[in-house]
C-alpha cells in the first residue's frame, strides 16, 4: 500500500525567503504527483502537478520529481504572508490507479513579514 | 464556472445520530470522490463514482457510511449511528475524466461529542 511522508511538519519562513517542502512516496511506479494548499476552512487548491522527472514551474511554486530517489519537493519564490497554509503532497497512478491519490499528512507553512 | 459545493459547512452531533452530506459537483464532470480529512491529517478516500456507479468504496466503513450518486450529478453520503472517531473534515471533489485533475470544495466540518 502506498505511502507518503511529508517533512518537515512545519515550516516557519521570512516573507521573501524560499520555502522548501518535502514528500517521499513509497511505490516508485507511481506516476502522478501534485501539490495541493489548504487554507483554513475551505477546500484544496492545486498549485502544481508533475508526472515525470525534473522541474515543472507554474509561477512563484516549483515542484522537483525525482522518482528513483521516491522523492518530490515544492519551492516557494518569494513567499508572502497570504501563502501562510497546510501544503499537501498527493501521489498516484501505478498500483493504485490514477484516480487514487495517497495524501500525505501535511506541512504547515507560517510566512511571517 | 462555479466550483464544488457541499452542504452543510459544519454539523455537531452527540454519538449515535445520523447525519448526511450532500455534494454538488462541477456541471458536466462524471466521476465524483468523498474523502475523509482527519485533523492534522491528510484526506484519505472514501469512495468514488463514475456517474451513478460505484467505482471504488473499499475504504468506506459499510456498516454506517452510505455514499449514493442516483442521477449521476449530486451526491450524499450518509453516516448512521455517528461514533466519536468520524470528527474529521468529509471533502467532495469532481473530475471530468479519468485521470484528470480533481477539483475539491469546501468541506464539511463534523464533530461528534
Known amino acids: 500500500q502506498q505511502k507518503v511522508q511529508q517533512s518537515p511538519e512545519s515550516l516557519t519562513v521570512s516573507e521573501g525567503a524560499m520555502a522548501s517542502l518535502n514528500c517521499t512516496f513509497s511505490?516508485?511506479?507511481?506516476?502522478?504527483f501534485r501539490w495541493y494548499r489548504q487554507h483554513s476552512a475551505k477546500g484544496l487548491e492545486v498549485l502544481v502537478s508533475?508526472?515525470?522527472?525534473g522541474e515543472k514551474e507554474e509561477g512563484r511554486f516549483t515542484a522537483h520529481l525525482n522518482r528513483a530517489n521516491l522523492h518530490v519537493s515544492l519551492h516557494i519564490r518569494e513567499p508572502q504572508p497570504s501563502d501562510s497554509a497546510v501544503y499537501l503532497c498527493?501521489?498516484?497512478?501505478?498500483?493504485?490507479?490514477?484516480?487514487?491519490?495517497?495524501f500525505g499528512q501535511g506541512t504547515v507553512l507560517s510566512v511571517i513579514p | 464556472e462555479a466550483g464544488v459545493t457541499q452542504s452543510p459547512r459544519y454539523a455537531v452531533l452527540q454519538e449515535g445520530q445520523a447525519v448526511s452530506f450532500w455534494c454538488d459537483p462541477i456541471?458536466?464532470?462524471?466521476?465524483l470522490y468523498w474523502y475523509q480529512q482527519p485533523r492534522d491529517q491528510g484526506p484519505q478516500l472514501l469512495v468514488y463514482?463514475?456517474?451513478?456507479?460505484?467505482?471504488?468504496n473499499s475504504q468506506l466503513p459499510s456498516d454506517r457510511f452510505s455514499a449514493v450518486r442516483p442521477k449521476g450529478t449530486n451526491s450524499t453520503l450518509k453516516i448512521q449511528s455517528a461514533k466519536q472517531g468520524d470528527t474529521a473534515t468529509y471533502l467532495c471533489?469532481?473530475?471530468?475524466?479519468?485521470?484528470?485533475?480533481?477539483?475539491f470544495g469546501p468541506g464539511t466540518r463534523l464533530t461528534v461529542l
Open positions: 471533489a469532481s473530475s471530468l475524466i479519468n485521470y484528470a485533475e480533481q477539483f
Open positions: 511505490d516508485g511506479t507511481s506516476n502522478n
Open positions: 508533475i508526472f515525470s522527472d
Open positions: 498527493a501521489v498516484s497512478g501505478a498500483t493504485g490507479g490514477n484516480n487514487k491519490l495517497t
Open positions: 463514482f463514475r456517474d451513478e456507479a460505484v467505482i471504488d
Open positions: 456541471s458536466g464532470h462524471d466521476t
